[in-house]
Nanobody, 126 residues
Framework: QVQLVESGGGLVQAGGSLRLSCAASGRTFSSYAMGWFRQTPGPEREFVAA????????YYSDSVKGRFTISRDDAKNTVYLQMNSLKPEDTAVYYC???????????????????WGQGTQVTVSS
């Protein structure tokens, strides 16, 4: 069982930056691939970024590529999302997720992930 605790959300002006953190419980963090998703008022949860267990492979949605960076620090059981050049359309609730079962789904699929954080609000003003 894994618990994820997120922090770092808040208000920022367009063009600014935020760094989200997601701290995981337990001592098996290094065995989990990790992802970030976001939820707008729309019905679908949108993929943002993911990082492999090794930290060497990353994935990004086209909408954030070049602006966001995902990374992990296994010594701190934490995954980060550095968000630069923020746009009003980045406004959403951001969720981190952990993949324990390593099912044969792509990194962008919500079905791949077994544990989810509570979400943190990011608001970008124009």
């Amino acid at each position: 069982q894994v618990q994820l605790v997120e922090s770092g959300g808040g208000l920022v002006q367009a063009g600014g930056s935020l760094r989200l953190s997601c701290a995981a419980s337990g001592r098996t963090f290094s065995s989990y691939a990790m992802g970030w998703f976001r939820q707008t008022p729309g019905p679908e949860r949108e993929f943002v970024a993911a990082v492999s267990r090794s930290g060497d492979i990353t994935y990004y949605s086209d909408s954030v590529k070049g602006r966001f960076t995902i990374s992990r620090d296994d010594a701190k059981n934490t995954v980060y999302l550095q968000m630069n050049s923020l746009k009003p359309e980045d406004t959403a609730v951001y969720y981190c997720a952990a993949d324990e079962q390593n099912l044969r789904f792509g990194a962008r699929a919500t079905r791949r992930y077994d544990y989810w954080g509570q979400g943190t609000q990011v608001t970008v003003s124009s």
